[in-house]
């Protein structure tokens, strides 16, 4: 059986019916009865409901697991505390193949989420497991787009002439798919997961309007007017962690670019990784599907 953790979040939803695919075994934890509905519909076997911290908790998720996928809820202030003790838990009851979902350049520690991933790379080193660390790059999301599709115009929290790598989280849940079930070949690698190509805002913005057919403005924003889309409803008084992860975003990234190379996630995936286009394309599609396309000029 496989322990997937935060599986209702953007990486799990791929990789659970995946797994499932593939003919795995999956066990899923996530925070709420609610959350667990969804995972039981994409097949998952056993669906455990609470506090990822929770030493009781993992004790249970990890019993009779052969591999756990961890990815640590990036906003989260617990995310550290997280990463240790499912590690913690996975060493207590016996030894399973870790597969760490982490960052690209977790070395940089001037960035809140890269030094909290970058201490949970080395709790798992010393915990004398098997692993695999996975460091993708920026994600590409369909929030990112959400702007642009709805609003006419490409919104990023930094400097909109830096350069940026970015990757599709398709091809991160199809390595990890490859690592869960695959231990022999994958264990102790640390894989750079990274898309072709380095893009500045405006060059994001030309490959958005080229698939949407339509001119498209782009602007800088800040990291609180970022925040709101994450939050939502949320007060961001109240959420002091994430906007510290989000300043240290705009910060570094509007001082230094963010990239790395295609090679290795080319070699494993044995073909080439998701273009930018090709992502853009697949959620235009999907949103002018949905019937919530509209004139961005309104």
Do not use: C
């Amino acid at each position: 059986m496989i322990l997937v953790t935060a599986a209702n979040g953007n990486q799990g939803r791929l990789l659970v019916p995946k797994l499932v695919a593939a003919g795995e075994s999956v066990r899923a934890i996530v925070r709420s009865e609610a959350s667990a509905v969804p995972l039981h519909a994409m097949g998952a076997t056993d669906v455990v409901v609470g506090d990822a911290a929770d030493p009781r908790l993992l004790a249970r998720a990890v019993d009779g697991v052969s591999a756990i996928y961890h990815v640590g809820p990036t906003l989260n202030p617990d995310e550290r505390a997280m990463g240790f003790a499912i590690i913690d838990a996975a060493r207590a009851a016996g030894g399973a193949h870790v597969v760490l979902s982490s960052v690209l350049h977790s070395i940089v520690t001037d960035l809140v989420q890269h030094e909290i991933k970058r201490d949970v790379e080395e709790h798992l080193l010393a915990s004398d497991l098997e692993f695999t660390i996975l460091q993708p790059s920026n994600y590409m999301l369909p929030l990112k787009l959400r702007p642009a599709f709805e609003r006419g115009v490409f919104e990023l929290s930094w400097s909109l002439d830096r350069r940026q790598s970015l990757v599709d989280l398709d091809d991160v849940t199809d390595v990890a798919v490859m690592a869960l079930t695959d231990a022999e070949r994958h264990a102790g690698a640390t894989y750079e997961l990274v898309a072709p190509g380095r893009y500045t805002a405006f060059e994001l913005r030309d490959v958005i309007a080229r698939v949407m057919g339509r001119p498209l403005d782009v602007r800088e924003i800040d990291a609180d007017t970022y925040a709101k889309a994450w939050l939502g409803d949320r007060d961001p008084a109240d959420a002091p962690h994430q906007l510290a992860v989000l300043r240290s975003i705009s910060a570094r990234y509007s001082a230094h670019d963010f990239v790395g190379n295609a090679n290795v996630l080319t070699w494993l995936l044995g073909r080439e990784p998701t273009s930018f286009e090709s992502f853009v394309r697949r959620e235009w599609q999907r949103h002018t599907a949905s019937g919530s396309s509209r004139d961005s000029t309104n």
